[in-house]
């Protein structure tokens, strides 16, 4: 079993799952918007301090790196991408998709993340007969809509107006995406904006 810390600071809640060995801390606070650079690394001193684990026994750091809030994406990338230099140890992006992808049940199914003004981010996942889960709809920026018109089971964190919806309890999501991923690890990890980001589009609009 490997060693690790892996952060979510992609929304309004912030989750940090430190693990050792077969044990593992888990740490979510449901609501902290606009908090996570003041909160988070006390957090994640805790979740270590549970855990006697030092970041320089971890293998590997890990961090949600979106689509969601895009602060909150650039916070847990920095701070995964420090604990890695200070350590030499490599990096896990982790999308907010994979959080659902690998907490759903269907064998194929939509990840759908509210992008706020009626619009979702959105995610297509077919499951193989070896129970790999591979994307057969790519990331992308959809109106409530054409979500509707995909006609598959849809999986989400919050309470969304769709037929077939299934709301996850986000707090146990981290852990099973980090530890189903772990052979994807690299040297450098970069945020996923499925959209520009709305000071962009408020430029290009003027």
Same mark, same amino acid.
């Given at each position: 079993?490997?060693?690790?810390?892996?952060?979510? #600071?992609?929304? @309004?809640?912030? #989750?940090?799952?430190?693990?050792?060995?077969?044990?593992?801390?888990? @740490?979510?606070?449901?609501?902290? %918007?606009?908090?996570?650079?003041?909160?988070?690394?006390?957090? +994640?001193?805790?979740?270590?301090?549970?855990?006697?684990?030092?970041? %320089?026994?971890?293998?590997?750091?890990?961090?949600?790196?979106?689509?969601?809030?895009?602060?909150?994406?650039?916070?847990?990338? %920095?701070?995964?991408?420090?604990?890695?230099?200070?350590?030499?140890?490599?990096?896990?992006? +982790? #999308?907010?998709? !994979?959080?659902?992808?690998?907490?759903?049940? !269907?064998?194929?199914? =939509?990840?759908? +993340?509210?992008?706020?003004?009626?619009?979702?981010?959105?995610?297509?996942?077919?499951?193989?007969?070896?129970?790999? /889960? #591979?994307?057969?709809?790519?990331? =992308?920026?959809?109106?409530?809509?054409?979500?509707?018109?995909?006609?598959?089971?849809?999986?989400?964190?919050?309470?969304?107006?769709?037929?077939?919806?299934? /709301?996850?309890?986000?707090?146990?999501?981290?852990?099973?995406?980090? =530890?189903?991923?772990?052979? =994807?690890?690299? !040297?450098? +990890?970069?945020?996923?904006?499925?959209? /520009?980001?709305?000071?962009?589009?408020?430029?290009?609009?003027?």
């Amino acid at each position: 079993m490997s060693n690790f810390i892996a952060i979510d #600071t992609s929304s @309004r809640y912030l #989750t940090v799952v430190a693990q050792k060995g077969k044990g593992f801390v888990l @740490r979510h606070l449901p609501e902290c %918007a606009m908090q996570h650079s003041v909160i988070l690394m006390d957090e +994640i001193d805790k979740a270590l301090d549970e855990l006697s684990l030092t970041p %320089a026994e971890c293998d590997f750091f890990a961090a949600v790196v979106g689509p969601g809030s895009f602060t909150g994406i650039r916070i847990g990338i %920095a701070a995964v991408k420090g604990f890695a230099l200070a350590t030499g140890k490599k990096l896990l992006a +982790i #999308t907010s998709f !994979d959080l659902l992808a690998y907490n759903a049940v !269907d064998e194929k199914f =939509c990840a759908v +993340i509210d992008a706020g003004r009626g619009s979702y981010y959105a995610c297509g996942y077919a499951v193989g007969a070896d129970g790999k /889960k #591979t994307v057969v709809l790519p990331p =992308c920026y959809l109106s409530g809509a054409d979500v509707s018109a995909l006609k598959i089971p849809l999986y989400g964190f919050e309470d969304l107006p769709f037929e077939g919806y299934t /709301k996850i309890d986000v707090k146990n999501c981290l852990r099973p995406a980090v =530890c189903a991923n772990q052979a =994807c690890l690299a !040297d450098e +990890i970069y945020a996923l904006y499925v959209r /520009k980001s709305q000071a962009e589009e408020n430029r290009n609009a003027t």
